[in-house]
């Protein structure tokens, strides 16, 4: 780390503010007047001194355009940074070695870690991805430096120096909570899921993922000059070779920074505050800016395609994963920005769903019920936004005329007529993208059913913010939820994305993150008692751990999935009688 700074030295001074009387371009000065009255304006406008976060991308060099509220404060939130290269042949990901902007980085140590094949095919066949991990690139310490410059590439004020930290430990220091460095390969005409013998259609993907600023990165601000025109970003392992990010100012946007959503039952409850089980209610939800602006009228929200590819100057966000791929972990989650509700209950029986949704339980109803009393021992109802058939239906139809479907801003949920009685948690979550802030939110709303005790979920795991801290938070990562019993109700099992479960995501990426730095096999780090860890099932096991024994190969096969270990079986139960402990759980 000392060497590194110390060959950053000349690079800081080379990255300072302009010399005081360094002369200015006549283009500039003909525009004098016209920046001290936008000066003037913003003075007058305290919002602008309020930091706010702003998200950072870079796609195969060219820094994606930022429009942002002329003068306002920023802290950097989120950085993407994206290379990537098509190849013909399985070379692994030797393509990036040799072209593309992370070439010159150090692979040493590169390696094939984990693989996965998408569940379901696409037009040439089925996709494998496999996932790259050990470079020196993405292990080592490095730093991102960011500037304003002006019209002429001059550099305004002072840089911000931002501490992505290393791949093997957490520091106190480290800028950001989430911090991942990989490489994926991409191959597309894969015969079966388990044989791409004569693919050749394959891309190869090097990413950077840096996002929720901790608390000493929040304090580090940046307030935009009146003639920044861009921002330069740096990084510290390619210094001489800046990325540039493309800035318009708006003076006057017609909303302000911040996201928020309100819901309201429409259906009012009986006399008592209470729903009867098989009463059918319906909420209405309205998404906000920070300062309480509506950002769509009552009654309606955009349609998919003036979200997607409008205009959509609100900032509203719908699922987008059909064009940005995402894997849970390793690949921009936080990109895929699905707008959904659900209600789960009673909270006395919330527990992981682990009955599988179909893809064609989306492409018919327009609610999903991934857990019913019968089968799994609760009840779950979810809807996306816009309704599954014209969300997923109109990425199937060749017309796609299911995003241009109006879509309301309310949802019906059917509650069952042997609905048990107690507390239901209805929950909606969504994302915004709006002058540069990407923000998450989820707002959860507990109704009574069939009775006006409340009652409350009994927690198997927890305290999460022994490690979830200073900008780690589960009201800042993820969908923006601390309320973790209102998480199953949409994370059921699904036959295109078997690892939706909490439990299995959970083990999933701690244990393939090296910055999770406790003993993986001590369950008490997270786990509150013996009977948490007791029900045995591919799933639960091999969401973590990534072998097993030949005895056990031997008579039930090789393991499939690096999230499940398997396919639909992975969810039952595999024997009540072994494995009721962990070597070393604590518990």
């Known amino acids: 780390m000392v060497l590194l700074l110390a060959s950053l030295t000349p690079l800081m001074a080379a990255c300072g503010a302009e010399p005081a009387g360094a002369s200015a371009p006549s283009e500039l000065s003909t525009q004098s007047q016209a920046v001290e009255d936008a000066d003037d304006e913003r003075r007058s406008d305290p919002s602008t001194d309020k930091a706010v976060s702003l998200a950072l991308e870079v796609e195969d060099g060219e820094g994606i355009p930022l429009r942002v509220k002329a003068g306002q404060t920023f802290f950097i939130n989120q950085i993407d940074l994206r290379s990537s290269v098509t190849a013909t042949r399985d070379e692994g990901v ?51 430096i960011v500037e304003q410059v002006d019209a002429q590439g001059r550099t305004l004020g002072r840089p911000l120096e931002l501490n992505a930290g290393a791949n093997d430990q957490r520091r106190d220091d480290d800028d950001f909570f989430v911090r991942r460095f990989r490489a994926i390969q991409w191959t597309y005409d894969c015969r079966s899921l388990e044989s791409c013998a004569g693919a050749n259609n394959f891309m190869e993907e090097a990413l950077v993922e840096l996002r929720n600023a901790r608390t000493p990165c929040k304090e580090k601000l940046l307030k935009l000059d009146s003639r920044t025109k861009a921002l330069r970003l740096r990084w510290s392992l390619r210094p001489s070779a800046p990325y540039t990010i493309p800035v318009e100012q708006v003076a006057r946007p017609a909303y302000d920074y911040g996201f928020s959503i309100d819901m309201v039952p429409v259906t009012p409850p009986r006399a008592d505050g209470t729903y009867a089980p098989g009463t059918s209610i319906t909420f209405r939800l309205t998404l906000k800016d920070g300062s309480g602006r509506r950002l769509h ?43 959904m509700t ?41 809807q996306t936004i816009p309704k599954g058939p014209n969300l997923f239906g109109g990425a199937f139809d060749p017309t796609h005329a299911g995003w241009a479907a109006p879509v309301s801003d309310t949802w019906t949920t059917q509650l069952p007529a042997n609905a048990v009685p107690g507390t239901y948690l209805v929950t909606v979550k969504g994302r915004r993208v709006y002058l540069g802030e990407d923000m998450p939110y989820s707002r959860t709303l507990e109704i009574q059913v069939g009775t006006r005790q409340q009652t409350t979920p009994v927690p198997t795991t927890g305290p999460c913010n022994s490690c979830h801290s200073k900008g780690g ?115």
């Open 297 to 339: 009228p009552q009654g309606s929200l955009p349609t998919y395609n003036e979200v997607v590819f409008g205009n959509n100057e609100p900032g509203i966000q719908y699922y987008r994963a059909f064009f940005d791929p995402s894997a849970t972990y390793y690949r921009r989650k936080h990109r895929e920005r699905m707008l």
């Open 473 to 587: 938070e589960l009201a800042s990562v993820l969908h923006g939820n601390d309320n973790r019993a209102a998480c199953n109700g949409c994370h059921a099992p699904l036959s295109f994305e078997l690892e939706g479960p909490i439990f299995v995501r959970v083990h999933f990426i701690h244990s393939r993150s090296d910055r999770f730095d406790t003993n993986l096999a001590q369950c008490s780090s997270c786990h509150l008692n013996r009977s948490s860890i007791q029900r045995t099932s591919k799933a639960a096991c091999f969401s973590c751990h990534k072998t097993w024994s030949p005895q056990h190969q031997a008579q039930f096969g090789p393991l499939k999935s690096m999230y499940v270990g398997g396919g639909s079986e992975s969810f039952q139960q595999c024997t009540s009688t072994c494995h009721t402990n962990h070597p070393q759980s604590g518990l």
């Open 342 to 382: 659900q209600i789960i209950g009673p909270a006395q029986r919330i527990q992981p769903i682990r009955s599988i949704l179909d893809l064609n339980d989306f492409l018919g109803p327009t609610v999903q019920t991934p857990a019913t009393f019968e089968r799994d021992g609760l009840f779950s109802q979810v």
């Open 94 to 144: 030797d393509g990036l070695r040799r072209n593309g902007l992370f070439a010159g980085l150090g692979w040493l140590g590169v390696r094939q870690v984990d693989e996965e094949f998408e569940l379901s095919p696409g037009p040439e066949g089925y996709k494998r991805r496999r996932f790259y991990r050990n470079a020196l690139w993405m292990d080592l310490p490095s730093i991102f």
